[in-house]
């Protein structure tokens, strides 16, 4: 397993973005993508990946300035699922997504988990 990234949630992306980037001098990984409830963006944080998302007022979560959740790369997903499982843990997904699979779970304290199989 190794760190993938952290999601932060934002009011209102390319604000954030030019936040980021401008003052930070965090480097813009493509363009951004509108997922229906929310819009993704990720930055190069010199070795940290930041995704930031803003989600619909309607849909998701609304406000801003929260860790939405810790990323980590793993090299099979299912091989995971049976490790949650094992531990009787809760997890939505895996999910099918462009270049590999997500799921989350929450850890002791209530932190989202992502693990990403894949891209």
């Not at 590999?100 to 929450?106: E, M, T």
Request: charged share 25%; glycine share 16%; aromatic share 8%.
């Amino acid at each position: 397993m190794e760190f993938g990234h952290i999601g932060i949630v934002v009011k209102d992306l390319e604000r954030s973005a030019d936040f980021y980037t401008s003052f930070l001098g965090c480097r813009q990984q493509g363009a951004p993508t509108d997922a229906g409830n929310v819009k993704l963006l990720y930055l190069d944080g010199g070795g940290t990946t930041l995704e930031l998302l803003q989600y619909s007022s309607s849909k998701g979560k609304e406000g801003g300035g929260v860790i939405d959740h810790i990323a980590f790369r793993v090299g099979d997903i299912d091989q995971w699922v049976r490790k949650l499982k094992e531990k009787s843990l809760a997890m939505d997904g895996p999910h099918a997504v462009p270049g590999g699979h997500i799921l989350f779970f929450c850890g002791p304290d209530g932190e989202r988990i992502e693990l990403v199989e894949g891209n």
